[in-house]
Nanobody
Framework: VQLQASGGGLVQAGDSLRLSCAAY????????MGWFRQRPGQERELVAA???????VYADSVKGRFTISRDGSKNTEYLQMNSLKPEDTAIYYC?????????????????WGQGTQVTVSS
């Protein structure tokens, strides 16, 4: 399985961005996908995840602003980010795992895409 993330960029506070993560390979349908972010000197943290059973998980800091969604026909996961804040600045990574996964635990995810930089200026 390979993941390809895209959609990052430089925006101003209050703007929106949509990140995409396309999954290539034999994924089937029973997989979870998530978005993590990592700021310099900090650990990778969960932003949002869609669990294969249908549930979603969000970091408290992005609830109400970010939405994770999936286009199954394209094997692509999206992260819609609205009302962006400077503290959202980070490298964003998408991740995939099969079956049950502990979503907030980065080491629980086995497949990772390359990061995409999101920079929000004040």
């Amino acid at each position: 399985v390979q993941l390809q993330a895209s959609g990052g960029g430089l925006v101003q506070a209050g703007d929106s961005l949509r990140l995409s993560c396309a999954a290539y390979g034999r994924t089937g349908s029973r997989y979870s996908m998530g978005w993590f972010r990592q700021r310099p000197g900090q650990e990778r943290e969960l932003v949002a995840a869609r669990i294969f059973s249908g549930g979603t998980v969000y970091a408290d800091s992005v609830k109400g602003r970010f939405t994770i969604s999936r286009d199954g026909s394209k094997n692509t996961e999206y992260l819609q980010m609205n009302s962006l804040k400077p503290e959202d600045t980070a490298i964003y990574y998408c991740a995939l795992d099969f079956g049950s996964v502990t979503p907030r635990l980065a080491r629980a995810w086995n497949f990772w895409g390359q990061g995409t930089q999101v920079t929000v200026s004040s």
